[in-house]
């Protein structure tokens, strides 16, 4: 699943594959806090032949959700999905 604003491009879509967040920023849990849910990122988005850009860290899914909102950042997220109301900066997740 990944969370981003949701006037980003992607949002609307259906389906996003880890490949199309190529090149985008991203937003996760700390390196240090050893979380499955960065290692995730990690090695998914090796397979799909990039190195993700961490441009943020956050210690907490709400703050990471609140970082991805405000845009222009995709975090890989756990949970239910949803999608957020268009014209508002509310993240969309979307399954990956």
């Not at 240090?32 to 990122?41: N, T």
Request: proline share 14%.
């Amino acid at each position: 699943m990944v969370a981003l604003p949701s006037d980003h491009p992607l949002a609307w879509r259906g389906r996003v594959m880890i490949a199309d967040l190529a090149g985008e920023p991203f937003v996760t849990f700390p390196g240090a806090q050893g979380s499955s849910v960065r290692e995730a990122l990690l090695r998914v988005a090796v397979e799909a032949g990039f190195a993700p850009t961490i441009v943020r860290e956050a210690p907490d899914s709400s703050a990471i959700l609140s970082l991805s909102a405000a845009g222009p950042r995709a975090s890989r997220c756990p949970g239910p999905r949803s999608r957020g109301t268009p014209g508002r900066r509310s993240p969309a997740c979307c399954p990956p």
